[in-house]
Structures are given as C-alpha cells and as structure tokens.
C-alpha cells in the first residue's frame, strides 16, 4: 500500500513540482532555497500521506505546505535582520514580508500568478550566466522535475557529476544576483534565444542521442516537448516558441517508425508513414500556424518546422516537396547561417537537383574546421557518392562516419552502409 502511494506522490511531484518551486522561488527570490522548502514539502507528503491518505487536491497540498515553509522562512529572515540590522527597510521588503494574516494570505494566492511564477522560473533556469551543460541540468531538474539520476541516466553523466552542476549553477545565480523575473523589451529576446536553446538541446539529446546503446531516449524528448508546450501558453505572443514548438512536435510524430522491433534506426525515407502520429502533425502544424501569423518574418525554428511539415505533409517518401525544403534551408541560411545548416541544405538540394549538385556543397564543408569531428558530414557525402555510383570512395566516407559516431546505434548503421558497397 506505501508503495503505490509513493508512486502516485512521485507523479504528482514530477507534475507539480515546477509550479511549487517557482511560487515558492517568488516569495523568498532564492531559486536554491526554493527548492529546498518545496523539497521539504515533498518530504512531509512522503511522511503523512501514507498515514493519513491522500489529500483530495494533493498539488494544492504540497503548494500549500511549501508556502507555510516560505513564510516561516521569511519570519526566520525577518527575525534576524530585526537583530543584525538597524531601520531603513524597504517598504516592498516589509510587504513581503510581514503579512498580518498569513492563512489569508496562502488562501488569497492567485491562480493567474502561477504562470508568471513559471516563466520567471524558466527565465532564470536558463539565464546565460550559466554554462550550457548547467541551464540543461538545472532546467531539468526544477522545471521537468526530474531527479538527479535521472538526469545523469539520460545523458549518459556520472550522477555526482549532474549534482555538482545543479549546486554550482544555483549557486551562480545567487553570486550574480540573478533577479527572479521575466525580462521585458530587447532584454526578453536575448533571454528567450537561452530559453529556447535549452530545451531543444534536451529534445535532441532524446530525438538523437550522442553516446550510448539507444538512439532515441523518449524520456528526454518527453520532458522537452512539456516545457515547450509549457513555454506556448506562458509566452503566446513570441512566434519563436510556437516555432519550436511546431519543430518538436512534428519532430516527434515521427518516432515510434525511427527504429525497427531491435532498436536499430530505420531513415526517414524507409519509415512507415502510417505509424507517424496524427495527433502531433496535428498539432504541430496548428502551432506552426500560430509562429507564421505572429512572425514579419520567418525566425530559425519557424523555418525549421516549416521543413518538418513538408515531410509531414508528404504522403509517401516520394511525394516529398524537396525544391521547397531546399528553398527553406535557403531561407534558414539567410537567418541563422551555419555548417550544420549548409550540410543539410546540401542533402535538400541533392534530393532537388541531383546529388552532384548536393555534394558540391559537401565538398566545400569538408574545409570547414568545426565539422571535422561532425559524423554527420562524411555520412552524407557517402549517400551522396554512393547515388553518383562511386561506390568505393562512398565506403570510405561510411567508414570516416563511423569512426566519428558516438552513439552505438548509429555507429552500427554506417557500417552496414559501408559493408554494403564492397
């Protein structure tokens, strides 16, 4: 019987967990002690539950008691600035912190003010004074809800390693006096690039992993399209999050065809398109609408879902509208220029135009210094290649791919593909 209610508070914390870290982050401006209260919270719920039985609305529940936390903090704080301070408090201090009637006051908490306290949450999670491994780690941690073995089980990492990161990020934003807020105007657009880095970096990882035996961590991809979806309705007026979203859902559509019954990957033009789900290119191309009406113009994930929508839309492999995949990387070149990019500008254009055209543009990228440990680019000059008939100088380009790969799957499939041309 305790086990099942462990479960139901485990679900219940990872659904949770984000509202009631960034409530409480609001009321004492401490994402670390934050977390601390709301996990002390998840403590008491661990402790009484089983004995008492579930509370009716147990996300009120925790909420709840993470605040009576935050406001014995508060006191705690409130008592010793009392002693080792003399006047000259600010007055938007003593309002947060003395509160005549402080029942009425966790009664009175405004159900709108959760969003808010979400997207300030978000904000600093990802805030650029953090190394990109630290946003990753934190933003998992207190937005998805994920514990720290988890985390380091999703990608691959030592566990002391994930928590070293976690306590130096947070740690971080304290030194740096990170304010817990949404940023406004030209500070919000620099900020929100942060943000949504982030979480497709997360969706990648599980979309396609780097290291490891799987090729896909669903898990990961899961948690990612959560915080997108998430970030849509706290941010529906920025096109870009309806971009990524639309990017990551239609994406997503695609992966119970991206491996066969062993796991090994199956590429996109040998997928079962019936297996594709239809409730994600649904929705996917409902948000992709969304970021084109909202945008002037077209920004970077916008572009890309509007590719992953034109596979989406195909039918077969063949029907494939590869002259506008090649005109949207085109685009996508022009708004935010890159090798990775180019390289699959290159296999848009030899699907277009012919594989000659396509490995043009290949060969020009082998120079290109950030691409040399890119397993990526010689496994498409030797699809390339390999349409040219140039068979042996495809083997090798699979074999280069393969010594590159790191994931195991992959490496796998690239030299089956090698293996193949002798």
Known sequence: ?????????????????????????????????????????????????????????????????????????????????RK??????????????????????????????????????????????????????????????????????????????????IVRAKQKLRDAKVPFEAPRGEELQQRLASVLEVVYLVFNEGYTATAGEDWMRPALTDEALRLGRMLAELAPQEPEVHGL??????QASRMKSRTDSQGRPILLADQDRSRWDRLLIRRGLAALARAEALAPQRGPYTLQAAIAACHARAATADATDWKRIAALYGELAQVAPSPVVELNRAVAVGMADGPAQGLAIVERLLEDKSLRQYHWLPSVQGDLLEKLGRREEAREAFLRAADLAGNAREKTLLMARAAGLM
């Open 1 to 81: 019987m305790h086990s099942q209610v462990h479960q139901t508070i485990a679900a219940v914390w990872r659904i949770e967990s984000a509202k009631v870290v960034a409530t409480v982050a609001r009321m004492v401006r401490d994402v670390a002690i934050a977390e601390e209260l709301a996990q002390e919270a998840l403590v008491s719920a661990l402790e009484r539950w089983p004995l008492d039985g579930l509370p009716d609305k147990p996300g009120a529940w925790l909420m709840a008691a993470a605040k009576n936390r935050a406001l014995d903090h508060l006191r705690h704080v409130q008592m010793q600035q």
């Open 84 to 165: 080792h301070e003399e006047l000259g408090r600010d007055l938007e201090a003593q309002e947060a912190l003395i509160v005549p009637d402080f029942t009425e006051a966790l009664d009175a908490a405004r159900q709108d003010e959760i969003g808010d306290d979400l997207l300030r949450l978000m904000f600093t999670a990802c805030h650029p004074v953090l190394p990109t491994e630290a946003r990753v780690a934190l933003t998992l941690k207190l937005l998805g809800g994920l514990t720290t073995h988890e985390i380091a089980r999703a990608f691959l990492v030592p566990e002391p390693t994930i928590a070293q990161r």
């Open 245 to 250: 979203a639309a990017l990551m859902e239609l």
